[in-house]
């Protein structure tokens, strides 16, 4: 396939990313941990999966067993050099200086995943594509408005300040102090609303569902 032999030496997808993940990775990171995130990210690229099992099969991680690959990525996670403000946060900021968006479509969501714990993220979309920018873990009977309030904040330096950013998501977060926290960044958003959901108009309140509206046209209620 005329290609050099380095690229088939190692991950086809490590000598991909490794390049351009060196150049923007933050220079204060230890080099081995730098290494590491790499690798990771190699991984999950190639297999287009979060699951450990499958980042460990995937032609980033090349020990002898499927054992010893998946032990390999648990240490990586487990790095304590690894930090979302330290690693993470900075390299999408670069990423983002090179982009020069305009405008920034952003989605708020909370997956569970069992009785173990339950995640809420912040999300880029972009080509029909949902890339994470933050998130955090909590209990399922844990309190968590709050830190998610306190997660928009944390990343909002990292994102472009003069790009418009739109957060979309659903109806549980239409609560006063969330929205107070976009209008604090001077972020828009847009919020799915169920049709039973009350609204201020000029006649009083009233249900969504009691509006009228007609088809492909838009209603601002301010």
Known sequence: MCQSEPVYHESPSLALLQPRMLSRLPKVVDPTARAHIIQ??????????????????????????????????????RDERLFLASVYYPLIQHLFSEMHPSVLYLTIDESSHGSDFNIFSVNLITDATAIPL????????EAWAEDARDLLTELAPYLPSNAQIIVLGDRIHTGEPFLERLDILGWHYIFRASDDTLVETRRGWKMLKRLALKPNEGRFLA
Do not use: C, K, M, P
């Open 40 to 77: 990771l990210a190699a991984g999950i690229f190639e297999s287009h999966s979060a699951l450990v099992a499958n980042i460990a099969s995937s032609s980033a991680f090349q020990a002898h067993t499927d054992s010893s690959n998946e032990t390999q990525v648990r240490r990586i996670l």
């Open 134 to 141: 933050g998130w955090l873990l909590y209990a399922t009977d």
